[in-house]
């Protein structure tokens, strides 16, 4: 009886150590995989910090938005439009410049008209859109894309409200 009580206690000892033993053997993945997690998350912030750099949704202000689309307005401007339109001006036609009593008079005070002159042209200006038709109303150099319009549409409604401010400056 004491023997056995000894054998089935020590049975039980053993069963109790390797029960220890297991809990000690899962607990080492366990301390492991918390280890890896904590590495992970000390990596975590840099990361989101990166992510918060490098996405321009959550990071760029509008202002800069809208600024950086202003300079894509100058850029394009110059390329198609300052020849006719030096400062807002119209060279070919002086009663149809890009100032707001012109484009009120004209019709053409909105950006949606703006786009639709600037597409499809109008009498001696030149459409510059993918689709102008017919080919004698458009422009004989390079076609814009259409969000190059809409961003130029932009560009000359808030110039005429603002009076055409000289964009000289703003390049460089
Ligand atoms: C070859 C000269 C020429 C070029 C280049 C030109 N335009 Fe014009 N633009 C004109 C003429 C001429 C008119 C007057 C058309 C009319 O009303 O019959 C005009 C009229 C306009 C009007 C309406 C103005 C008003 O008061 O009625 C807008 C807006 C306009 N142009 C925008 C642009 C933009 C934007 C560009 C550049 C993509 C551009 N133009 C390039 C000659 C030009």
Request: glycine share 0%; with cysteine; net charge negative.
């Given at each position: 009886m004491k023997i056995a009580s000894m054998i089935s206690g020590c049975t039980h000892y053993t069963q109790l150590l390797s029960i220890k033993d297991n809990v000690m053997r899962e607990e080492k993945p366990i301390a492991k995989r918390v280890k890896e997690v904590k590495f992970l998350k000390s990596f975590a912030p840099p990361l989101v910090a990166a992510f918060l750099v490098l996405s321009p949704i959550s990071n760029t202000p509008v202002s800069s938005a809208q600024t950086v689309d202003i300079q894509r307005g100058v850029t394009l401007f110059r390329q198609a439009c300052i020849g006719c339109h030096d400062a807002g001006g119209n060279i070919i036609q002086p009663a149809s410049t890009l100032f707001t009593k012109d484009l009120q008079r004209n019709g053409v005070d909105t950006e949606e008209a703006i786009y639709r002159v600037t597409y499809y042209g109008k009498g001696r200006m030149p459409g510059f859109g993918k689709?102008?038709?017919?080919r004698g109303q458009c422009t004989f150099g390079a076609r814009l894309e259409d969000e190059e319009i809409k961003i130029l549409a932009e560009f000359v409604k808030l110039q005429a409200d603002q009076g055409w401010p000289s964009i000289e400056t703003e390049e460089k």
């Open positions: 689709e102008c038709m017919p």
